[in-house]
């Protein structure tokens, strides 16, 4: 068949047959699927799982190119490993560490892009925006047309990155055309590679993004999903904490202080969430699976797809958590 169509939001392919498949339209004379169309118009999310091997193949057709690639990352959720996408895409990259606004205004882009280039990173250039407030985008395109070798520039990243948003803000700002992307605040939105044309020297491709299996948003529902997912500046909760006390996160997760100077924790995480200090004698969470971090002076511990905690000094801590939820720790990011 040589009129083949496919969904102008999530670049499935179109198809009028089958109701429960994926990329069903009432009538192919339509340019969305039903699916991005109940997002965009009611909300409605349906699920659609994918496994990541197939956005490997995506990922790695796009390490075939000497195409630019932005990487997106949330910087609230920094990734583990930041340099594995390398494996898959050797290509010029730039990594851009997406909603920023979620951050608190006083810390500094400069001391957040000096932290990568700490670490001797292997991107072109770090550059700190915040696609839903319209922040640094220009001059991200500035360096989009400096380290651009084709027209085309890729968009990869981890699921709810916020690849989607950033195409749809610079179809915006540069761009007469009217097209939008799907997005949404649940993963998987994206589901095949989609082209847009920005300018006559510009074609962004939005991918789907890699789905992480150690976030905790694979193991809550919806009306939690809205708790844990920022919408405004993060406000800090900083607790001075001696050895043999604790602190809740909600129904999240526990922070024993085992062993140690005496600390600083500062919790970065949505509003939403209760963080309290509670007796180390109650049991709260203490059912979740128990793990102990020796953490170092100035290190955090980052929770997958929640947020993470500051520490100042030396110490033992012990997270009670979710058993699939991964847990990290690195220098302190802020
Ligand atoms: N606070 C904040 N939220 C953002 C920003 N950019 C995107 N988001 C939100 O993040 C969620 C995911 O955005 P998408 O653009 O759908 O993410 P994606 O990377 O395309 O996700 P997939 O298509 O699933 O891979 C949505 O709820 C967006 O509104 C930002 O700069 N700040
Ligand atoms: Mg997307």
Redesign the pocket.
Known sequence: MNDEKYCLGCGVKLQDENVLSEGYTTSLDKDYCQRCFRIKNYGEYQVVTKSNDEYIEILKSVGETKDLVLY?TDLLNLEEDLKRIRDIIPNKMILVL??K??LPKSVKDEKIIEYFNKYDNEFSKVVVI????NYNIDYLLKQIKLYQTTNNVYVV?H???????LINKLLRNYSTSDRELT???L????LNTVKIEINEYLTLIDT??LLDSGSIVNYINDDDFKKIN??KEIKPKTFQVKKGQSIIVDKFFRIDYVEGEKNSFTFYVSNNLKVRRISSKHDDLKDLQKRTYEMGYNEDLCVNGLGFIKMVNKGTVNIYLDSRVSTYKRDNLI
């Open positions: 997106i997406n909603k606004d979620v915040s696609s839903e407030k990243g699921t709810n990155a916020g690849k989607s948003t997005i949404s605040p993963p998987s939105t994206t789907p993004g920022p919408k």
